[in-house]
């Protein structure tokens, strides 16, 4: 069919990313840029999020009945252009000096004058986001530069350098590991929170890439006059345990700048923590790690505690009279207990202690107003990977309340679902795919039959998995694609990456299955050194959703 003097394209295939996504593939980067720009002018119903990839658009939806009507949506539309919507032209100035401009000289044929020449003698398109927030993965018009990753990857990349990897240049928003060829190095903030639109090059934008002699460092937003004021009140951290993080659920619809949504790993329980003390269910509350977190109430507080079931204590400030009276009608001074999952009062100068879990690994403290912090990208969430959000809680720190109520009460106690024990073997349902067919049948039995363990290197961006390794029955690797919590990626030595909330938008390694959505939270209630077994959901394992 033509439209005019275009051919139009459809998408190639359909394939499930677990029950909340789908994986479009195309045919060329063309297509990939024109489903891109059509999903973002009309929004298909239920559609939360789109990321844009090197041959693949993964569409994520807000429901499993939403992502299978997507899936049956996408294979009917007809693409036709590329053009993003409000694309600009974006001009970077850049010094070339890079360390491997002489290799990329030589690897091209090109000499170096000759690189310089073609890297700023085209414009390229930001096709997707990568790793972090602001690396934008941009596209030439020519191949001249096409040239493979550094077979040793640097540990540090300085923020700033100019970079090409395979046919895409990019820029290092900030100092990380990195394998692509530097050649030359700019001062464009290509990430910035100050600025209305935080990214610098968005994708669909054009880039044009201008040689200059001097790097200019663009001057700085003015700091504000002087640190925010301590508040008056709230609740003061005393210890923060292992690792205590402000969360709530997450940013939502921003992966096409390269940030995850992050958020509670287990939200039903930071839903239940809020439910109990009267927030909104979006409400800023604390996730804290096997036990050891010490807050203290400034102020009368009302607090809750859900998730891994652990002793909660509280403990009286040091002479204080309480107006409780013990059972010979004298003042109680002495530590006391409260339960989990019931809302109950934390009076000033009183301290709370979240004892090490039964059961489970992450707890949920949640206060009657929520954590009052600023937010970034609509959410106040810690995420771990790109360092968006405040920093994790330390000793001293006093977090003011705000005022996300939505009841005038508190709520009755609930019951909390069973949490993984120790000793025990959690079973996780996984939808196959979206890269099933990188592996023989028998890989995926193994994957299911045998027990993983949670191994230490384990984080918010993913557990890592020690078993039996699983071999590839292909070689090499797959262009980077969009990628979700509770993806199973499987690196070059077989052993399984379970990603989490913290996850990278996108990755290389093929995915063999997917958790399913509603069985996440269990997930992130299994502790370190704890067991996990897969098995093909009973409900959903069909392969594609359709070819």
Known sequence: METGMQTAHK???VRPVGTRAVLAELDSMQDVLALQSLLSASPLPGQLDVLA?????MVVAESAAATRAIGARLLELELTGGAAVDSELVVIDT???GDDLAEVAELTGLGVDGVIAAHTGQLWTVAFAGFAPGFAYMVGESQLLEVPRRSTPRTAVPAGSVALA????AVYPRRSPGGWQLIGRTGARMWD?????????RPGDRVRYRAVREVIIPTAAPAAAAAAAEPATG????????????????RRGHGGLGVSAAGALDRASIRRANRLVGNASTAAAIETVNGGLTIQAVGDRVIAVAGAPSS??????????????????????QPRTVPMAAPFALLDGETLTVGAPEAGFRSYLAVRGGADLPAVLGSRSTDTLSGLGPAPLAAGQLLAVGHETESTAVGSPELQPDFPEPGSVTVLDIVPGPREDWFDPAELESLCSQEWQVTPQSNRVGMRLA????????EGELPSEGTMAGAIQIPPAGLPVLFLADHPITGGYPVIGVVTDEQLDRAAQVPIGGSIRFRVSPALGTKEVSK
């Open 11 to 13: 998408v190639r295939s």
């Open 53 to 57: 990839a090197a041959e693949t658009v």
């Open 95 to 97: 010094v070339y000096d």
């Open 166 to 169: 395979g046919n895409y240049s």
């Open 193 to 201: 929170l100050d600025r209305p639109q935080p990214a610098l090059a």
């Open 235 to 250: 609740i003061r951290v005393v210890a923060p345990g292992a690792l205590s993080l402000i969360q709530d659920l997450g």
């Open 312 to 333: 909660l204590t509280i403990t009286p400030p040091l002479g204080a009279v309480s107006d409780l009276s013990d059972d010979d009608g004298g003042p109680d001074t």
């Open 467 to 474: 078993g039996e390794p699983l071999k590839r029955s292909r």
